[in-house]
């Protein structure tokens, strides 16, 4: 039963290019979110959503960034024209109802742009 | 205001001891949830324990346990008979029923603790 899947582990980027990352959640799990992680920092929530539909994204800049989670295949975070910034360790994560009592968010090993 | 604090940038810990992350919250919701993750040098973040506000009992989980005082807002986490294994970075993170964030979790800047043989 493979957890959520994330991938690239590692992407390395020079400005201006684009990133795109990608997050399968685990089996049977219909809810993702996208945090990110800035070096010496914790986890800052940027957006969640369900099968093609983002419920809340609060937390995503409001350029260069789109989420999306299709009917079919795995959620892709878009990071256009990225700048060094970005440099971060992007995380996903799965639940299989929305967010409430003891649900508990299962995390991807995450994926770390590096903007050269 | 942070939501969540942890005071401890670093944490030392000798082998077999226990030792004890902290953990302070700033909510005004009553309903809410509270959760500790570890992330070790690899970088995967692992669920540890989790412990609801209306949780009459402290929760445990193995070495885990969760010193939950509601009237201080604070939920340390305790872990016991320490094992190199547990050095990592550990991160508390709550969960707001009512607010705007119950969609997600917030999450402290984290304590990194280092057993020592």
């Known amino acids: 039963n493979a957890g959520v899947m994330q991938n690239p582990r590692h992407l390395v980027r020079r400005r201006g290019q684009e990133a795109r990352l990608r997050c399968s959640p685990m089996k049977g799990h219909s809810h993702v979110y996208w945090y990110r992680q800035l070096p010496e920092e914790g986890l800052k929530f940027m957006v969640y959503?369900?099968?093609?539909?983002?419920?809340?994204e609060s937390g995503m800049p409001k350029e260069r960034f789109s989420a999306e989670f299709p009917k079919e295949g795995p959620s892709i975070l878009r990071i256009q024209q990225v700048v060094r910034g970005d440099s971060a360790a992007y995380f996903c994560?799965?639940?299989?109802?929305?967010?409430?009592?003891?649900?508990?968010?299962?995390f991807g090993a995450g994926s770390r742009l590096t903007v050269l | 205001a942070q939501k969540i604090t942890q005071t401890q940038p670093g944490m030392f810990v000798q082998e077999k001891e226990a030792v004890t992350l902290d953990c302070t919250y700033d909510?005004?919701?009553?309903?809410?949830?509270l959760f500790w993750y570890k992330q070790p040098s690899s970088g995967e973040m692992i669920f540890l324990i989790y412990q609801g506000s209306y949780d009459q009992q402290n929760a445990t989980e193995g070495r885990y346990s969760l010193n939950f005082q509601k009237a201080r807002k604070s939920a340390n986490l305790v872990i016991s008979a320490s094992q190199l294994g547990d050095s990592a970075m550990y991160f508390c993170?709550?969960?707001?029923?009512?607010?705007?964030?119950?969609?997600?979790?917030?999450f402290g800047s984290g304590t990194q603790l280092t057993v020592l043989p």
């Open positions: 993170a709550m969960r707001e029923d009512l607010s705007g964030s119950a969609r997600q979790l917030t």
């Open positions: 959503l369900q099968k093609e539909n983002i419920i809340d």
């Open positions: 994560a799965s639940s299989p109802n929305p967010l409430s009592g003891a649900n508990v968010l299962t």
């Open positions: 909510t005004s919701d009553p309903s809410y949830g």
